[in-house]
């Protein structure tokens, strides 16, 4: 798989507390136009959430996020991730990612982490906390000495300044956690969930 950024305009970033969520959720995003979801590793079901989407949705390109350790990395690419997501990139979880040959979203903040990735031929990164690193900004910023190196902006994103990120020549997607709020999917609300994908994947100027 390629070009993951190029997927959909919004990548869920979802908290399962409930693997009996996952597939109906999954479901529900898919159907509102956004195949790719992250689900996170916080909680001790992530994994199994994972194996279910994988083998009961397989119009969804489920990943694993809040990949921290090589472990990590191991776990979700058992389950069936098919990308990986990190908070940040040290040169251990770097490692275990490269030999994995699952697609992933290493993240970085600064300049010098997108040019300390970028020298080992990765170019796709997850830009995070992308609102209190410095937003829409500090990423057209970015755009002129790093052309060649492109984000997933994902922290503080709302429906609001969604567009101006998408806007970005160096942006592909955004990462985003309005969609599956922990009330809507206690509720088993999975219409509403539904709607709010069909909005976001609207978004894209």
């Known amino acids: 798989m390629s070009n993951l950024l190029d997927l959909a ?24 136009g956004l195949p790719v979801i992250e689900v996170t590793l916080r909680t001790p079901v992530a994994l199994d959430a994972i ?7 397989p119009e969804a390109v489920i990943g694993a996020g809040t990949v921290r350790s090589p472990e990590d990395v191991e776990a979700a690419a058992g389950a069936g ?24 979203l290493p993240g970085v903040a600064t300049a010098t982490e997108a040019m ?13 906390p992308a609102e209190p690193a410095g937003g829409v900004a500090y990423l057209k910023s970015l755009g002129g000495p790093l052309p060649d190196v492109r984000f997933c902006p994902t922290g503080g994103i709302t429906p609001s300044n969604a567009p101006a990120y998408l806007a970005l020549p ?5 990462g985003g956690s309005w969609l599956t709020p922990r ?13 709010l994908a069909s909005e976001a994947a609207a978004l894209r100027p």
Do not use: H, Q, W, Y
């Open 116 to 128: 300390t990735l970028a020298e080992r031929g990765v170019r796709e990164l997850k830009f995070f």
């Open 170 to 174: 160096n942006v592909g997607c955004v």
């Open 51 to 57: 194996r279910r989407i994988a083998a009961e949705v």
């Open 183 to 195: 009330s809507l999917v206690t509720a088993g609300d999975f219409a509403r969930i539904e709607k």
């Open 9 to 32: 305009p919004v990548v869920p970033v979802v908290v399962l507390d409930d693997a009996e969520s996952a597939v109906p959720l999954a479901r529900a995003l898919v159907a509102g």
């Open 81 to 104: 991730a098919r990308f990986l997501v990190s908070p940040g990139t040290t040169p251990g979880l770097l490692a275990a990612m490269l030999a994995s040959g699952v697609p992933f």
